[in-house]
């Protein structure tokens, strides 16, 4: 059983269009993390959100607590969005669970 | 601002050696983890250190050993590499648990091939 659960795992997208990668937990959270990874590097995290939306650049992430569910969008995706993109749960300790992660292609 | 810094970035090992895995990050951070992450599997916890001086193992602790040297410093062991342990090393640090919300910063990565 995995606590967080994401899809698509694989994603191509046309350069201009609207992308929305999808995570679902199980588990009681007060902030879901949204991290990316680009081919052979390291990984940086994008948002941290525990309501509502937030919004940087082209990147839009929500979050709804009652469905347990949150949402990456990406708008006018450019080949640079290209990367695997990973969303994370924070439990009671001090540690988190993490989702296999989605590997988005954006073909110019 | 360097943040969290791993070496090597790369590492070719035969099955037997050992080797260390060095991590040191500049924040100030309490906590540190060691992941690995292959194909399909997502990250998986290793050991972690909540603070100086503590220590605990994560959901994949086998065949590694770790120190927390420091605050700065969170070291990974492997005392006898096994073609199993072939991955990609992260270290990542983060502020402070009691505030889940505080995001965890990564490394750049070791790529390790046990032949």
């Known amino acids: 059983k995995n606590e967080v659960e994401q899809s698509p795992q694989n994603l191509t997208a046309q350069e201009g269009e609207f992308i929305t990668i999808n995570c679902s937990y199980s588990?009681?959270?007060?902030?879901l993390h949204w991290l990316q990874q680009h081919p052979g590097g390291g990984i940086v995290s994008l948002f941290m959100?525990?309501?509502g939306k937030k919004k940087h650049g082209r990147l839009i992430a929500t979050i709804n607590i009652q469905e347990k569910h949150s949402s990456l969008h990406i708008t006018a995706s450019h080949p640079r969005d290209s990367a695997v993109y990973i969303c994370?749960?924070?439990?009671?300790?001090?540690?988190?669970?993490f989702g296999t992660g989605t590997s988005l292609t954006v073909i110019p | 601002n360097a943040g969290v810094t791993q070496t090597p970035k790369f590492q070719v090992l035969k099955t037997g050696q050992s080797m260390t895995l060095q991590c040191a990050q500049d924040?100030?951070?309490?906590?540190m983890y060691w992941y690995r992450q292959d194909p399909g599997m997502g990250l998986r916890l290793i050991y972690y250190?909540?603070?100086?001086?503590?220590?605990d193992k994560g959901e994949v602790p086998n065949g590694y050993n770790v120190s927390r040297l420091n605050k700065r410093e969170f070291s990974l062991r492997l005392e006898s590499a096994a073609p199993s342990q072939t991955s990609v090393y992260f270290c990542?640090?983060?502020?402070?648990?009691?505030?889940?919300?505080?995001?965890?910063?990564f490394g750049d990565g070791t790529r390790l091939s046990i032949l």
């Open positions: 250190s909540a603070s100086e001086g503590t220590t």
């Open positions: 994370a749960a924070p439990n009671t300790g001090n540690q988190f669970y």
């Open positions: 924040m100030n951070h309490n906590s």
């Open positions: 588990v009681g959270i007060s902030a």
């Open positions: 990542a640090s983060r502020l402070n648990r009691v505030w889940s919300n505080q995001p965890q910063h």
């Open positions: 959100l525990s309501s």
